[in-house]
Nanobody, 126 residues
Framework: QVQLVESGGGLVQAGGSLRLSCAAS????????MGWFRQAPGKEREFVAA????????YYADSVKGRFTCSRDNAKNTVYLLMNSLKPEDTAVYYC???????????????????WGQGTQVTVSS
C-alpha cells in the first residue's frame, strides 16, 4: 500500500506560480513511477506529467510543456509539480498518482495507476 497526500494548491493570478507537493508513505516509494493528473469541473481527468523512479525520465502533456516541471526527492518520499506561467485553463483539482514499476513512464494513463492522492484544488484567476 502507498498513501499519497497532496499539498500546495490554492488561488493564484494568471501568470503566477505554484508548487504542488505529494508526500508518500508506505512501501518502496522509489520503486514507483509518479505523476500528476488534473480534473476540471465537467471534464474527464487528464494527464499532466510523469517522472520515472530515478527522476531520469519525465514526460508532460503538450498543454503544460515548458511551463510545468515535475521532480522527485526519493529521500523525502516526495514528488513535486512546479507550475509557472499559470493560465485560467489550468484551474482544476490536481491529483498525485503512483504506478509500479517505476522504471518506465510509457502509457502513464489513468487506467494504469495503482494509487491516487485525494487531490488539491488549483484556481487561476484572470
Amino acid at each position: 500500500q502507498v498513501q499519497l497526500v497532496e499539498s500546495g494548491g490554492g488561488l493564484v493570478q494568471a501568470g503566477g506560480s505554484l508548487r504542488l507537493s505529494c508526500a508518500a508513505s508506505g512501501r518502496s516509494f522509489s520503486s514507483y513511477a509518479m505523476g500528476w493528473f488534473r480534473q476540471a469541473p465537467g471534464k474527464e481527468r487528464e494527464f499532466v506529467a510523469a517522472i520515472s523512479w530515478s527522476g531520469g525520465s519525465t514526460y508532460y502533456a503538450d498543454s503544460v510543456k515548458g511551463r510545468f516541471t515535475c521532480s522527485r526527492d526519493n529521500a523525502k518520499n516526495t514528488v513535486y509539480l512546479l507550475m509557472n506561467s499559470l493560465k485560467p485553463e489550468d484551474t482544476a483539482v490536481y491529483y498525485c498518482a503512483a504506478r509500479f514499476p517505476g522504471n518506465t513512464i510509457v502509457r502513464f494513463t489513468a487506467d494504469q495507476i495503482d494509487y491516487w492522492g485525494q487531490g488539491t484544488q488549483v484556481t487561476v484567476s484572470s
